[in-house]
């Protein structure tokens, strides 16, 4: 894999690369409706951008959820640009956002996975939970966790 760069988006030109790549995977590819892209969630979640030099590849956001009595962080509109999928963008995303997440005193991960990528969770160590498979934006879901143990010294 070539060498992804992974940060916040922390100005207007990085949110409109980040707006351009969800619109391209889910709003053109998927057929998700922009009502249901754009949920709102946008200004309370903290977004990442993946560069491959200069060339925005992949966007992902994450959020604090309450999830099973208590706060944990649920990670969100995972997108890779097709010409750049099945390359290693998409795990150094996950684990760049899980990562983020953890920095701010998280170590539960909440996702809702497209049902067609439970395996590509599962393999970064997510396991579903027992909520039935579910619809959202017309495509079938699973719920699915990752807890990290916390060692102290």
């Not at 916040?8 to 030109?13: A, F, H, I, L, Q």
Request: net charge negative; with cysteine; hydrophobic share 35%.
């Amino acid at each position: 894999m070539q060498s992804v760069e992974i940060q916040p988006v922390r100005s207007d030109e990085h949110w409109k690369r980040a707006r351009e790549i969800r619109t391209r995977v889910f709003i053109e590819e998927q057929a998700c409706s922009p009502e249901e892209e754009w949920d709102g969630h946008d200004a309370t979640s903290r977004h990442l951008l993946a560069w491959l030099q200069d060339d925005p590849v992949g966007v992902a956001r994450w959020r604090a959820v309450p999830f099973e009595e208590q706060i944990v962080a649920k990670l969100e509109r995972f997108a890779v640009l097709k010409e750049y999928r099945g390359k290693g963008f998409g795990r150094a995303l996950v684990r760049a956002t899980e990562q983020d997440a953890r920095r701010a005193g998280f170590t539960t991960y909440l996702l809702y996975a497209q049902q067609h990528l439970q395996e590509f969770y599962e393999a970064l160590g997510y396991q579903t939970t027992e909520r039935e498979p579910f619809e959202e934006a017309g495509i079938s879901h699973v719920e699915m966790v990752k807890r990290e143990t916390v060692t102290t010294n």
